[in-house]
């Protein structure tokens, strides 16, 4: 939603214009939906899985080092680091060699599965923005059927200052859907929903039922940095 002055949703009703619509929006509480992504719940499925791999790759490591150097120590040790294990007469040598092996055998087993977790965690977390500002877009739309998402977007974009946005941010802290509504009636006090030369009055929910979307910080700043209002 408002990327690029584009509507995702093409079928949301435009801004009644010239005096083609007659009936006045009504203010409507639209409370957050939060239906789940398959998709997403598949995928938060999935990299608990991975976690709990790591884990337990992460406990058993020193067991499996044991186990190969047992059954095949030279594919762990140097004929060199061998012979000081076999012949050699200091204890502390012999300690510092297997831990730094072990050390190695850790990082290489185990550093592979903490990068493809750690990749896949972004991903991941990406999409949960994605999906977040799905069911803001969403939600918006429908609390407001009568202001068009390309002009709403125009606004925020184009006539809206940084420090309008900054104030907005504030005021509604981690709320995004709290900042959507701010705007949303800035847009209406600004350029107004005009009707036969009458503004009509702003389509918004001011009920202090209206349940907060927490949201974490990653997700606000990808928000505020798509409609151009990063601080």
Do not use: H
């Amino acid at each position: 939603m408002f990327v690029n002055g584009e509507s995702q949703d093409q079928n949301t009703p435009p801004l009644a214009q010239n005096g083609q619509d007659s009936q006045q929006p009504q203010p409507q509480s639209v409370p957050p939906t939060e239906e789940p992504d398959a998709v997403l719940m598949q995928e938060e499925a999935r990299l608990s899985i991975m976690q709990e791999d790591f884990e337990k790759a992460t406990t058993n490591i020193q067991n499996e080092f044991e186990e190969l150097i047992t059954k095949n120590p030279s594919q762990v040790f140097s004929p060199e680091e061998l012979e000081v294990i076999e012949i050699g007469r200091n204890p502390a040598e012999k300690f510092k060699l297997f831990s730094d092996k072990l050390e190695d055998f850790r990082k290489e087993q185990l550093g592979i599965k903490k990068a493809q977790i750690d990749k896949f965690s972004v991903e991941l977390e990406e999409k949960r923005i994605g999906s977040k500002l799905n069911s803001l877009e969403a939600r918006w739309k429908k609390a407001n059927p009568n202001i068009d998402p390309n002009d709403f977007n125009d606004y925020l974009q184009n006539d809206m200052t940084g420090r309008q946005k900054a104030t907005l941010k504030d005021e509604a802290g981690e709320d995004m859907y709290k900042f959507l509504e701010l705007a949303t009636a800035k847009y209406i006090e600004e350029k107004g929903q005009e009707q036969d030369g009458e503004k009509l009055p702003p389509n918004l929910s001011s009920g202090s039922g209206t349940p907060q979307l927490e949201q974490s910080k990653m997700a606000q700043e990808e928000y505020l940095r798509r409609i151009g209002g990063k601080r």
